[in-house]
């Protein structure tokens, strides 16, 4: 079993749609961070939290620590949106155990 | 300035070429990163420099070699790389190496072995 698992692995939407991704870890953490991926591009980290919830826009982050589960949202979604959306929880030395991604790809 | 730049973007070699990999950050960060990451998977860590030293190799084979002169700067030595090893490589920083710090990736270099 894999220590941060996400879902869908793949996801396709209509413009305007609201997404949900989720992500459940098996590790104690200090905080978990979601990334974004554009095709061929570098990575952005998106949000970072140990706690309750955080807005950026159209995007939205909760976290459930007793759960261990925390999902991203995206509201109004747009084709823009379409990218790969990683779940990531630092292991014991701090570096990031990733999950295995999510593709969204969003339509007009 | 919160930017990680990478140079090259795109690199072709052959199996006995000698090349590198450049990285830059101007934030103060004092831990960087090296990714590997193949196609449709996510990034595999490769090494991290606490403070300008080497403080994780994850059992990369030698013929990577990392090197941190100064703060700013991380490049990746590349030689007699296997055909395999084509993937995009990807620089990340954080202000001290914290899990609970966000990590600021540049946008890749894309390796080609031929």
């Known amino acids: 079993k894999n220590e941060v698992e996400q879902s869908p692995q793949n996801l396709t939407a209509q413009e305007g749609e609201f997404i949900t991704i989720n992500c459940s870890y098996s590790v104690g953490i200090s905080a978990l961070h979601w990334l974004q991926q554009h095709p061929g591009g570098g990575i952005v980290s998106l949000f970072m939290l140990s706690s309750g919830k955080k807005k950026h826009g159209r995007l939205i982050a909760t976290i459930n620590i007793q759960e261990k589960h925390s999902s991203l949202h995206i509201t109004a979604s747009h084709p823009r949106d379409s990218a790969v959306y990683i779940c990531?929880?630092?292991?014991?030395?701090?570096?990031?155990?990733f999950g295995t991604g999510t593709r969204l790809q969003v339509f007009p | 300035d919160t930017e990680v730049t990478q140079t090259p973007k795109h690199l072709v070699m052959g199996m006995t070429n000698k090349k590198s990999l450049k990285c830059e950050q101007h934030?103060?960060?004092?831990?960087m990163y090296w990714y590997k990451q193949k196609a449709k998977k996510p990034p595999e860590l490769m090494f991290v420099y606490s403070y300008e030293k080497l403080s994780i190799n994850e059992s990369v084979p030698s013929r990577f070699s990392p090197e941190c002169p100064n703060s700013s700067l991380l490049n990746l030595h590349l030689h007699a790389l296997q055909p395999e090893d084509s993937a995009l490589y990807l620089c990340a920083s954080t202000p001290s190496g914290q899990g609970r710090e966000t990590q600021y990736f540049g946008p890749g270099t894309r390796l080609l072995v031929l």
């Open positions: 990531a929880v630092p292991g014991n030395t701090d570096k990031l155990i």
């Open positions: 934030m103060g960060h004092r831990a």
